[in-house]
Structure formats: C-alpha cells, structure tokens
C-alpha cells in the first residue's frame, strides 16, 4: 500500500535545487542562469511562495513551460530535416521548480520502492549504464561457458521520449499514488507545454504562434525523465510477473530484462518463453500507443553456446523483428554486442576516440595549461 503524502515547498528546497543546477547552462525565455540565483539568495522564499501558489492553483504562467527550440546542424550546410538535432532551452525558473518536484517524487518511490530493479535509468543508488553491462556480460559468459541455450531481444521504441502519450503520464501518476495536488498541476501543466523554433539565432515562429506539444516529454528540465521511467514501469511489472526469464544457476533469480531509460533488452531460456516476453511488450506498448521501432529490433537465439541462425519472427502485432546472425553485432548502451560484449573490439574502438580527441587537442592553439585541464577532462 503506498502512503498517502502532500507537496509544502520551502525556501531551503529551492535553495537546494538551485545549488545542484550548473551555472552557465543556456537559459530560455527568462534569459536567467542559475549562477545568479545562487548569488541572490534573498529571493529563494519568494520563489517558495510562488511556487507554492502555484501548485494550490494548479496553474504556471505559460512564460515558463514555454521553451526555445535551437537546431543544431549534424552536417555543415545541411537542408536535410533529419540532419538536425533539435535542443530546447527552458526557464531557469522552470527547471529550478521541476528540480523540487522530482525530487519529491523520487523519494516518494524510493520510500514506497515502486520502481522496478531492472530499470537503471534515473534509479537512486544505481550505476548508470554500468550495472545493465555487466549483468549482461555474465550472462554472455555464463551461455559461452556452459554451453548453454539463451534467447534474448533488443527492444527500440521509435521516439520514445517523443511520443509518450500525455493521457498515460497523468495516468501512471495516479497509479502510483502522487499526490493528488501535484497531479492535478502536472495535468494541467502537460496541456501548456509548447515551443518556439529557433535556427542560427533566428526565430522561425513568432512568439504568438507557439507549436503545442500534444505528446511526448519536455525535454531538458528535471523531471521528464523520471516521469519517463515511471511511464515504463508497468512494462517491467508486467514482465517480472510472467515468470519468464533467464537463470544463471539452479535456484538462482532469473533475469526477465534490463532496462537503461527505454532500452529495453529481454532473457529467456527457450524461443516459446521469449515470445511470450515480446508479445507481453508489444500489447503493453500498443495499449498505451507506443510504437516500436522494428528497424532497430533484434532478436539472438543461442543453442549450446553458439549462435543460431533463423528466421524472423512474427509477432501478434503486425511487426516482424529479424534475427542476429552469428557474425552481426549489436549497439546496446554503447556496446557492441553478439552473446556478450565484444572486447577487443570495443577497446579499439575507444582507443581510436581517445587518440583522436587527443590530437585535436594537441594540434590546437590552446596554452600548455589549457591543453592539460581539456586532456585531464
């Protein structure tokens, strides 16, 4: 039973929001970085207040949940859309609130342990990346070793971040038991998210014409991505209870999945087990209509240690996932991947970045000093 808790924000929470953010980091509308809320900490009671005021009438001036969309060229003189990586800039005002609000409701799941083990993005205590990759690389290990049978999926969504309805993230806010004064803002709050474009400086909308966002998360403030992760959640509930999964010794636990943010990566020990986990997936992912990106889908069948060449699968959606072959690889977290990590390669490949970057760095007309402080970061 999760317990019931309420929302008081105090000036020593925006002082301690404010005291995590970085200083310089490109502000939105308000033009105001948080170096100088930190300086001027006088006006920390009166951001308490209003924030305060705000969530009791469930309303935020649309000033700050609008944000400014910069596009930023992957390729010199590009015209190609998808060239483009779009970064929005927030409020500094913003971003101090939904850091408090976070990290309300961080500890409220924390307290309640509502988030799922498997998931290691935006969990407390976690290791980033680290723990999904090593988990996976004892299992690679473990199958090589043994000689034994292992089927497992790597799982896209398509804009995943993008394309979350905003119907679902009020939803799960409900289901996990958020307070129901900070539910009712943050309801309120998804319906005022929009945006102005921005390229090379100019602005391709006018300010009178902001672009809505009717799905998907706002990107760049505190609390899109655990608001993410908690939207994912029940997918990891729903798997965890199939009873499904891989186990690395008798009696031991099974390992169902591994999730990072949206990367999702399934274990199983036959094909049958691991299509009921996919289909478990697929009308999860259908029922809160989001799509999965087939194109960046695999699925690995091992038998006796070696992998296993077959056909593609054909899922109750309309989707076919294809199968890796023996002497593909798979990017997951960074990683090249066939039953484990692939080693050597990826220490060549790490080699060549560093050596790269120390180059350039080298080559520069940076001081001695400089040169050092860019190597050392």
């Known amino acids: 039973m999760l ?31 948080h170096y100088w809320l930190k300086g001027f900490m006088v006006y920390h009671a009166v951001l308490a207040r209003y924030f305060q005021e705000a969530l009791d009438q469930k309303s935020l001036s649309s000033l700050f949940t609008t944000g400014i969309t910069h596009f930023v060229s992957k390729d010199r003189d590009s015209i190609d859309p998808s060239k483009y990586r779009p970064i929005t800039c927030l409020s500094t005002i913003y971003k101090t609130l939904t850091s408090i609000l976070s990290a309300r409701i961080i500890r409220h799941l924390n307290s309640n342990q509502v988030m799922s083990r498997a998931q290691n993005g935006c969990r407390g205590g976690g290791h980033g990346t680290k723990e999904p990759l090593l988990i996976d690389a004892v299992i690679g290990k473990v ?11 790597w799982i896209h969504y398509k804009k995943a971040f993008d394309s979350v309805p905003h119907t679902w993230l009020k939803r799960v806010l409900e289901l996990y038991k958020v307070d129901c004064t900070l539910r009712d803002f943050l309801g309120q709050w998804t319906g005022q998210w929009s945006t102005i474009l921005c390229h090379l400086g100019e602005r391709m909308t006018a300010v009178e014409n902001h672009i809505r966002l009717r799905r998907g998360t706002f990107q760049g403030d505190f609390l899109s991505p655990i608001w993410f992760c908690l939207s994912l959640n029940t997918l990891s509930t729903l798997l965890e209870g199939s009873g499904r999964g891989f186990q690395l010794r008798r009696g031991g636990t099974k390992v169902i999945h591994l999730f990072y943010m949206d990367g999702l990566k399934l274990f199983a020990s036959s094909r049958s087990h691991l299509m009921e986990l996919l289909n478990i997936t697929c009308d999860f992912s259908n029922s809160i209509r989001m799509e999965l990106g087939t194109d960046k889908c695999v699925i690995l069948h091992v038998e006796s240690g070696r992998v296993a060449n077959s056909e593609a699968i054909d899922l109750s959606m309309p989707i076919s996932i294809r199968t890796l072959s023996e002497a593909e690889i798979y990017r997951y977290l960074g990683m090249s991947q066939n039953i484990g990590v692939d080693e050597a390669g990826m220490k060549w490949s790490v080699c060549d970045v560093f050596y790269g970057r120390l180059n350039k760095v080298l080559n520069s007309l940076l001081s001695g000093v400089n040169k050092t402080h860019a190597y050392n970061g």
């Open 3 to 33: 317990r019931p808790w309420t929302v008081i924000i105090t000036p020593d929470d925006v002082a301690e929001a404010v005291r995590r953010a970085p200083n310089w980091k490109s502000p939105g509308h308000d033009g105001l970085h």
């Open 143 to 153: 199958v090589k070793r043994n000689r034994r049978n292992l089927s497992a999926a």
